[in-house]
């Protein structure tokens, strides 16, 4: 969240990067549409656990290991 100066710009960070890999086909879900993945976010590894709805990547939690 430093990086980007808010909750909200932070969010909206993790959904960029979660559509940029759904469009590069780099999510895979499982039967249920669920997908769990771990993207570069501004330099952090972010491991990204949502569902895919109507051909679109819907962010449940995110989070990083520290």
Request: charged letters at 20%; a negative charge; hydrophobic letters at 50%.
């Amino acid at each position: 969240m430093r990086v980007y100066g808010s909750r909200e710009a932070a969010a909206q960070a993790i959904q960029d990067a979660v559509d940029a890999a759904f469009q590069a086909g780099e999510l895979t879900p499982n039967a249920r549409g669920v997908f769990e993945a771990t993207l570069d976010v501004g330099g952090n590894e972010v491991t990204v656990r949502g569902v895919i709805l109507d051909g679109t990547a819907v962010v449940g939690s995110a989070w990083i290991v520290i």
